[in-house]
């Protein structure tokens, strides 16, 4: 699987963007996908993740609220969302795939994706 994301861009506190993430190669609707960040000298961390139907999301305690994921598996791309931004926001943000049949709940632990982007850059001034 290839993923691409992009979206990103610099804007100011309390707008929204709305990232991508267009995968191809092996079949995309049965995938976990996830989004993930990572700050300038800080880990990488856990955003959201969406299960293969769209049906069970779940997101980290800083951005609940204010980020949706979603997915269109026709269109083989998954979104996120982000309103009400935050300078806390800015981060190089990456999306990423499970493709395991044991696997069928959104993920949180980065360790268990097998497909990641290259990221797109998501910048939040004050």
């Known amino acids: 699987v290839q993923l691409q994301a992009f979206g990103g861009g610099l804007v100011q506190a309390g707008v929204f963007l709305r990232l991508s993430c267009a995968a191809s190669g092996r079949p995309f609707s049965r995938a976990v996908m996830g989004w993930f960040r990572q700050a300038p000298g800080k880990e990488r961390e856990f955003v959201s993740a969406?299960?293969?139907?769209?049906?069970?999301?779940y997101y980290a305690d800083s951005v609940k609220g204010r980020f949706t994921i979603s997915r269109d598996n026709a269109k083989n791309t998954v979104y996120l969302q982000m309103n009400s931004l935050k300078p806390e926001d800015t981060a190089v943000h990456y999306c990423?795939?499970?493709?395991?049949?044991?696997?069928?709940?959104?993920?949180?632990?980065?360790?268990?994706?097998?497909?990641w982007g290259q990221g797109t850059q998501v910048t939040v001034s004050s």
């Open positions: 969406i299960n293969w139907s769209a049906g069970s999301t």
């Open positions: 990423a795939a499970v493709i395991d049949p044991q696997t069928t709940g959104p993920v949180q632990d980065e360790y268990e994706y097998h497909y």
